[in-house]
C-alpha cells in the first residue's frame, strides 16, 4: 500500500477504508489502529465503512461522549474509541481492559498516556486538503 492516499471524495474513502479491512483481517489481534488528524479531517467517517465492511449492522455514530462503542461480528470484537475529551491524566485501564484479542480503532491516541513502541498499529493521518477531498498517510 502507498504511503500517502489522496481520498477525492467519500467514495475514495470507502474504497480505501475496504483496503484496510484485508489488512485487518490478516493482522495478529490485538490490533490497534490509531487515527489522528484535525476535526472533520474524516477519521469517524473512515471507521464508519470500516466497520460496515467489516460486518458491523448497527448505526455506528461518534463515541465523543460516550468515549467507547464496543461491537461484535462474529468472534471478532471491535472497539471504537475517541479520545477527543481525554487528556494524558485520564483514566484509561477500564477501556484497555477491552483491548485484548481485538481490533481497536482509536480517535485522537495522542490525548492517552500511552507509549504505543510494543502494540501492534497500524496508523493513519488524516489532513483536510478541501472541501470533498482527505489525505491520508499510512505508517
Ligand atoms: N473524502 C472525504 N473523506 C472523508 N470525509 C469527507 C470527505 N470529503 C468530505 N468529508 C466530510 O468531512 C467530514 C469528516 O467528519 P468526521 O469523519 O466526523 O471527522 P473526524 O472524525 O476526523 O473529526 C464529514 O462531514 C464528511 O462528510
Ligand atoms: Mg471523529
Known amino acids: ?7 477525492n471524495n467519500l467514495k475514495a474513502t470507502s474504497d480505501f ?12 489481534k490485538p490490533l490497534y ?3 489522528s488528524g484535525d476535526l472533520g479531517a474524516g477519521k469517524t467517517t473512515f471507521t464508519k465503512q470500516l466497520l460496515l ?13 460516550v468515549i467507547m462503542n464496543q461491537y461484535q461480528v462474529n468472534d471478532l470484537v471491535i472497539n471504537h474509541m475517541d479520545a477527543y475529551r481525554l487528556d494524558k ?14 481490533i ?9 498516556n500511552v507509549d504505543w513502541t510494543n502494540f501492534k498499529t497500524i ?7 478541501d472541501e470533498d477531498t482527505r489525505q491520508v498517510e499510512v505508517n
Open 104 to 112: 481497536n480503532i482509536i480517535e485522537w491516541p495522542g490525548n492517552l
Open 89 to 102: 491524566t485520564s483514566d484509561v485501564e477500564m477501556y484497555f481492559d477491552e483491548f485484548d484479542e481485538a
Open 33 to 35: 489502529l490509531l487515527l
Open 53 to 65: 465492511n467489516l460486518g458491523v449492522k448497527q448505526n455506528v455514530t461518534s463515541p465523543t461522549f
Open 123 to 129: 496508523k493513519l493521518c488524516f489532513k483536510i486538503i
Open 1 to 7: 500500500m502507498h504511503k500517502t492516499r489522496i481520498l
Open 17 to 28: 477504508a475496504k483496503e484496510i479491512v484485508e489488512l485487518i483481517l490478516k493482522a495478529d
